[in-house]
């Protein structure tokens, strides 16, 4: 009788061990939650995040892409966070998993606050937010909102973007811009909603529940043509939340990513992650070595702090100017005037000649110190006497007007339309084809310098 017990034990023993081989092991693993829309799981998987992103951040290891109602609930309501925990419960129990980090993006940031401060509530299918909360062992906010975005207070209060690009509408659910959680992430709501305990987490805080509080924090939107910091994650992203961050939507008062000022998104957390080149859109996409880092951090290895992280040098883009043939000299006509103008050009002698050329500028985004974009006064194309054919200097309203304007680019660092086309002015045209111009040229007619308007050749 003795034996037959010892035998049943070690057969039972055996059984366990062979289970746990054959996949019940247990797995520490990641979910990624996205910020607002209603996004479902596949839509959230290739439109929010990108597969490849993904693959990055989640540094190996078993993942869960969360999709959820993220427009049309706020992220205190059930119909936000009640998703969530419904999604990950039968992923821990079919993939025996121990212990996730939580990545999160923007408005991502407010249904993760709320289960960590309301660990006792209960899912619509049933499951306490507890049996989640219990087993996360970090959570890494990218971008989050954690004081609201004063672009809330803008749309909920006139209902319009204005001019602003479709690409940052879909920052906050892609048309119906009075949704649940857009009203949320107005600055006063958001206000209410951090000391009255809707929302856990405090000023200057680095844990929340227990649970280690990561930021990863973008401070300014590059939109420079000449920049490939511009063109990861897509470059009309980028126009969209520049032009947010020029009209200051992005914050009243600090830096800002376009779309969530550095006060918001660094209200608590340990910010691992403070960098002047990642805009919103690009802090989700794994821009500028933000992947990489990010999945550092997942598998809690060391990483540099912000002040001393490198980043891998840029690739050369082509410049807008150089689809107008700007680097070359030689004389062409103006369309507005039919005049015979001369093109300046620029020669590398000319790069560094200590002026700020104006071809240069175009053509290859620098002229000895001087650097587009900008708006300063030693700017050629904001000098009222090169315009006396026009009665405004390089209004915005040529954007996107079918002319590759070189004052816009000196101004902005781009080109093009914020509407909903997102056209750019200043693509290169195929072989043999052509596009319009307006750039700085001394017209031999008037003896002047204009601003005139050329056809260029390809």
């Known amino acids: 009788m003795h034996m037959h017990s010892r035998t049943g034990w070690l057969q039972a023993a055996l059984c366990a061990v062979l289970l746990g ?9 990641v979910v990624f939650v996205h910020g607002t829309g209603d996004q479902s799981v596949g839509s959230a998987t290739s439109g929010y995040w990108t597969q490849s992103a993904i693959d990055t951040m989640r540094n190996g290891r078993p993942y869960l892409i969360i999709g959820y109602p993220g427009a049309t609930c706020a992220g205190f309501s059930q119909c936000s966070w009640g998703p969530i925990v419904d999604q ?9 998993i121990t212990s996730f980090t939580v990545i999160t993006h923007s408005n991502g940031s407010s249904p993760i606050r709320y289960m960590l401060g309301h660990t006792g509530a209960v899912s619509p299918n049933g499951n306490t937010v507890d049996s989640v909360t219990s087993r996360i062992s970090q959570v890494i906010f990218s971008a989050p909102d954690l004081k609201g975005t004063p672009l809330a207070n803008q749309v909920t209060t006139s209902g319009s973007f204005l001019n602003i690009a479709n690409s940052v509408v879909e920052f906050f659910g892609g048309g119906s811009y009075n949704n649940p959680a857009v009203v949320q992430q107005r600055l006063d709501n958001m206000s209410v909603y951090n000391s009255n305990g809707t929302f856990a987490g405090g000023a200057g805080a680095t844990t929340v529940g227990g649970k280690p509080i990561s930021v990863v924090r973008g401070k300014a939107v590059y939109a420079n043509l000449f920049s490939s910091d511009a063109h990861c994650g897509g470059y009309l992203y980028s126009i969209g939340l520049k ?7 992005g914050s009243f008062s600090a830096a800002t990513d376009g779309f969530i000022g550095a006060d918001s998104s660094g209200y608590f957390g340990n910010i691992i992650i403070d960098d002047a080149r990642l805009n919103h859109h690009q802090s989700r996409r794994g821009c500028h070595n933000s992947g990489y880092l990010v999945g ?8 540099p702090a912000p002040g001393n992280q490198t980043y891998a040098p840029e690739t050369n883009v082509a410049a807008a100017g150089q689809a107008c043939n700007n680097y070359y000299s030689g004389y062409a006509t103006d369309f507005m005037t039919n005049h015979t103008v001369w093109k300046y050009g620029c020669s590398s002698s000319m790069l560094t000649n200590g002026y700020p050329e104006p071809d240069c500028l175009i053509a290859y985004g620098y002229a000895s110190s001087y650097k587009v974009p900008s708006t300063a006064s030693w700017n050629p194309y904001l000098n009222p006497a090169n315009y006396p054919t026009y009665s405004t200097v390089c209004p915005d309203s040529w954007h996107g007007d079918g002319i590759c304007d070189a004052c816009l680019v000196a101004k902005y660092g781009f080109d093009a339309t914020t509407g909903s086309t997102g056209a750019n002015d200043c693509v290169q045209a195929p072989p043999g084809g052509s596009n319009w111009c307006g750039a700085l040229a001394y017209d031999t007619y008037w003896g002047v310098h204009n601003y005139t308007v050329v056809r260029a050749l390809h």
């Open 243 to 249: 032009a947010a961050a020029l009209l200051g939507w």
């Open 296 to 303: 550092q951090k997942v598998a809690s290895a060391p990483i």
């Open 88 to 96: 990950i419960v039968p992923w821990m129990n079919a993939n025996n």
């Open 21 to 29: 081989a054959s996949g019940a092991q247990a797995a520490v693993g």
